[in-house]
C-alpha cells in the first residue's frame, strides 16, 4: 500500500503560480504511474496530468497544457504540479493519485489517493 500527502494548495490571483507536493510513503515509489487530479463543487473528479514511472513522459489535460508541469523526484519519493498561469477555472480540490498502469487517465484505474489540496483562484 502507498500513502500520498498532497500540500502547497492556498489562495492565489488569477495569473499567479503555485507548486503542489505529494510525499509518497510504502511501496517502492518508482513502480508507479502518478498522476494529478482536480474536483471543483459539483463537478466530477477531472484528469490534470501524468506522469511515467522514470518521468521522462508527461501527459496533459488540454485544460493545462502549456501552463502546468508535472515532474517527479524518485529518490525523494515526491511528485509536484508546478501550476502557473492560473485561473479561476482552476479552483478545485486537488489530489495525487498512484497506480499501476501505463497510460491511464481514468481515476478508476489510480488505486491510492492522498487527501487532497484546496487550490482557490480569485479574479
Known amino acids: 500500500q502507498v500513502q500520498l500527502v498532497e500540500s502547497g494548495g492556498g489562495l492565489v490571483q488569477a495569473g499567479g503560480s503555485l507548486r503542489l507536493s505529494c510525499a509518497a510513503s510504502?511501496?517502492?515509489?518508482?513502480?508507479?504511474?502518478m498522476g494529478w487530479f482536480r474536483q471543483a463543487p459539483g463537478k466530477e473528479r477531472e484528469f490534470v496530468a501524468r506522469?511515467?514511472?522514470?518521468?521522462?513522459?508527461?501527459y496533459y489535460a488540454d485544460s493545462v497544457k502549456g501552463r502546468f508541469t508535472i515532474s517527479r523526484d524518485n529518490a525523494k519519493n515526491t511528485v509536484y504540479l508546478q501550476m502557473n498561469s492560473l485561473k479561476p477555472e482552476d479552483t478545485a480540490v486537488y489530489y495525487c493519485a498512484a497506480g499501476g498502469g501505463y497510460y491511464t487517465v481514468d481515476p478508476n484505474d489510480y488505486a491510492y489517493w492522498g487527501q487532497g489540496t484546496q487550490v482557490t483562484v480569485s479574479s
Open positions: 510504502g511501496r517502492t515509489f518508482s513502480n508507479y504511474l
Open positions: 506522469i511515467n514511472r522514470s518521468g521522462g513522459s508527461t
